[in-house]
């Protein structure tokens, strides 16, 4: 069974950063389609960044790209998701998901056939 489990959210100030972690038991990164999204009260969830197997790469959501950054380490079966320059529209509760190396980019980015969740972190961003 996979299980995926997220951490490192916390309280941070406007322009700060922070690095959320995702650390996955039961499938490999390395050849999984892993992803992030966020949730901000009272909205939907949206997509955020994901990285693929197979050499395929990343994509992340055309409103973060640039200060956003995802990346995973085999070794420790974990994947990140850096996050600089963030600002109070950043706040939300991030999500990370696994699902097959078969995905494509229009199922991931509407976060279909994900294996599993994490049950969030809460990422603040205030003042």
């Known amino acids: 069974q996979v299980q995926v489990v997220e951490s490192g959210g916390g309280l941070v100030q406007p322009g700060g950063s922070l690095r959320l972690s995702c650390a996955v038991s039961?499938?490999?990164?390395?050849?999984?389609?892993m992803a992030w999204f966020r949730q901000a009260p009272g909205k939907e969830r949206d997509f955020v960044a994901t990285i693929r197997a197979g050499g395929r790469g990343t994509s992340y959501s055309n409103s973060l790209k640039g200060r956003f950054t995802i990346s995973r380490d085999n070794a420790k079966n974990v994947v990140y998701l850096q996050m600089n320059s963030l600002q109070p529209e950043d706040t939300a509760v991030y999500y990370c998901a696994a699902g097959p190396s078969s995905l494509i980019l229009s199922t991931i980015w509407e976060g279909r056939n994900f294996d599993a969740w994490g049950r969030g972190t809460q990422v603040t961003v205030s003042s």
């Open positions: 039961g499938r490999a990164v390395s050849s999984s389609t």
